[in-house]
């Protein structure tokens, strides 16, 4: 059974910084593409970025380019999303995704695993 869990949102003020962590268990996770995705209130889910498998490469949505750092620990089977210079506009709930193939992918239909998410807000 595979799962995803995340861990790390919460309340931060603007110019604050947060960081999220996902953990995977059931998937040869060296090998997955581990994303991470947010989806707003009244908006669609949205890329923020992934981190392939094998190699590590990385792609950012351009809206956290500079601001966000994704990263993975394949000894603890863990992602991370190293939020810093947060807006107001950042808040979302965040999702951690596993998708099975080494690729980096901006879709979310190319991932087939999802967490429940963790919320992130922040304020003016």
């Known amino acids: 059974q595979v799962q995803l869990v995340e861990s790390g949102g919460g309340l931060v003020q603007a110019g604050g910084s947060l960081r999220l962590s996902c953990v995977a268990s059931?998937?040869?996770?060296?090998?997955?593409?581990m994303g991470w995705f947010r989806q707003a209130p009244g908006k669609e889910r949205e890329f923020v970025a992934v981190i392939s498998g094998y190699y590590g490469r990385i792609v950012y949505a351009d809206s956290v380019k500079g601001r966000f750092t994704i990263s993975r620990e394949n000894a603890k089977n863990a992602v991370y999303l190293q939020m810093n210079s947060l807006k107001p506009e950042d808040t979302a709930v965040y999702f951690c995704?596993?998708?099975?193939?080494?690729?980096?992918?901006?879709?979310?239909?190319?991932?087939?695993?999802w967490g429940q998410g963790t919320q992130v807000t922040v304020s003016s």
């Open positions: 995704a596993a998708g099975a193939t080494t690729a980096p992918a901006t879709q979310g239909e190319r991932y087939n695993h």
């Open positions: 059931g998937i040869d996770f060296s090998i997955f593409k």
